[in-house]
T-cell receptor, first 118, second 111 residues
Framework: GAVVSQHPSWVICKSGTSVKIECRSLDFQATTMFWYRQFPKQSLMLMATSNEGSKATYEQGVEKDKFLINHASLTLSTLTVTSAHPEDSSFYICSARDTRDRVGETQYFGPGTRLLVL | DAKTTQPTSMDCAEGRAANLPCNHS???????VYWYRQIHSQGPQYIIHGLKNNETNEMASLIITEDRKSSTLILPHATLRDTAVYYCIVLGDTGRRALTFGSGTRLQVQP
């Protein structure tokens, strides 16, 4: 199956700093990528939809100025957590859909990035 | 997208078949049933999906009832590595929208 990678796999940072997380589709092109967040013992929650060459679409309650998304190519989307605070500590996961997929085809998930803000 | 209902947790003996049910009584004709699983501290893993016919791949089988209001994911010979949270998700359109994850079923495979 298709492979999605994320970097870094984990990061620890001080409060107030910014952290960039990369999501790459390794063997396919992805017009659309999705960013999720998962807190302990909870399910995945969609944060935003990232579209190549256009602005991201954010879910209600997600601050677009705090979580900056850039989808500059068909294989790379980045999520930058600006001025991170301890409450931003979470497991961030991206997914991507193969551009060539027809109706009913699947999305592929990255391994996730664990962020700890001190 | 149709809402799904799954049991909170299930146990299964190693080597036996694990049958995970999912109700999706409000599913519409163009909506697919997807199954993903999430092993602890990892990203979700795609398992299988179907529209109305039963499907089988190297990981599992998906049985969808004739009225499409429910389905069952079958892991034919569960191993300890199959211990995970299993999510049943219904999604229409061409997949441009994101998947909506519910609480899923926590499957514990016992030795």
């Amino acid at each position: 199956g298709a492979v999605v990678s994320q970097h870094p796999s984990w990061v620890i940072c001080k409060s107030g700093t910014s952290v960039k997380i990369e999501c790459r589709s390794l063997d396919f092109q992805a017009t659309t990528m999705f960013w999720y967040r998962q807190f302990p013992k909870q399910s995945l929650m969609l944060m935003a939809t990232s579209n190549e060459g256009s602005k991201a679409t954010y879910e209600q309650g997600v601050e677009k100025d705090k979580f900056l998304i850039n989808h500059a190519s068909l294989t790379l989307s980045t999520l930058t957590v600006t001025s991170a605070h301890p409450e931003d500590s979470s497991f961030y996961i991206c997914s991507a859909r193969d551009t060539r997929d027809r109706v009913g085809e699947t999305q592929y998930f990255g391994p996730g990035t664990r962020l700890l803000v001190l | 997208d149709a809402k799904t209902t799954q049991p909170t947790s299930m146990d299964c003996a190693e080597g036996r078949a694990a049958n995970l049910p999912c109700n999706h009584s409000t599913i519409s004709g163009n909506e697919y049933v997807y199954w993903y699983r999430q092993i602890h501290s990892q990203g979700p893993q795609y398992i299988i999906h179907g529209l109305k016919n039963n499907e089988t791949n190297e990981m599992a089988s998906l049985i969808i009832t004739e009225d499409r209001k429910s389905s069952t994911l079958i892991l034919p010979h569960a191993t300890l590595r199959d211990t995970a949270v299993y999510y049943c998700i219904v999604l229409g359109d061409t997949g441009r929208r994101a998947l909506t994850f519910g609480s899923g079923t926590r499957l514990q495979v016992q030795p």
